[in-house]
């Protein structure tokens, strides 16, 4: 089982890596991911009180895996964002990789997520302003891309009051 001290930090050389997509003879191993991703996300709970989906990358599983737990557990195997709203809006992000560090970034008001979830069975989601953002943010994880490289600016950033 993965621990806090598992989560790849800022800096780390595999969070900047694109994901391979998750085959389907993999749906084996999918049980221990999530609960390893789910474990890390309740540790960084109780120890940061933030956290509401995780990338697999975070915890060096490089696939294309997001595991989300707001008011249930939502798995999204290979998610991909389509229909992209043009507004737009500001918000600090934070980051599990990075927990002390927040940066201001623009996301979509609204986007379309099609995914596969945990029985293979192809999902669309419809997300907007919180939900929205928080799965750009873990999508961009996939993709090797870190909020940080999406700042606003070089005032953009802060640490966690």
């Known amino acids: 089982m993965k621990k806090l001290n598992d989560i790849l930090l800022l800096g780390d050389e ?8 998750v085959m389907q003879n993999e749906l084996p191993l999918l049980n221990g991911w999530i609960a390893d991703m789910h474990n890390v996300m309740q540790e960084i709970r109780q120890k940061y009180n933030f956290g509401r989906a995780i990338a697999a990358p ?8 997001v595991y989300m737990n707001i008011d249930k557990p939502v798995i ?9 709203s043009d507004e737009l809006f500001e918000l600090w ?4 990789s990075f927990p002390n ?10 986007i379309t997520v099609n995914y596969l979830d945990e029985n293979w069975q192809q999902q669309q989601w419809v997300m907007t302003d919180a939900l929205s953002e928080l ?8 993709n090797g891309v870190l909020c940080t490289m999406r700042a606003i600016d ?8």
Request: positive net charge; proline residues 5%.
């Open 154 to 161: 070089s005032m953009s950033f802060k640490w966690r009051p």
């Open 58 to 65: 975070q915890l060096g599983i490089m696939k294309r895996l």
């Open 101 to 110: 560090l927040l940066v201001k970034v623009k996301r979509h008001k609204t």
């Open 135 to 142: 799965m750009q943010h873990e999508h961009d994880h996939l």
């Open 76 to 84: 999204f195997i290979n998610p991909e964002i389509q229909d992209a």
């Open 14 to 21: 595999r969070l900047y890596q694109v994901c391979d997509p």
């Open 93 to 96: 992000d934070d980051c599990m």
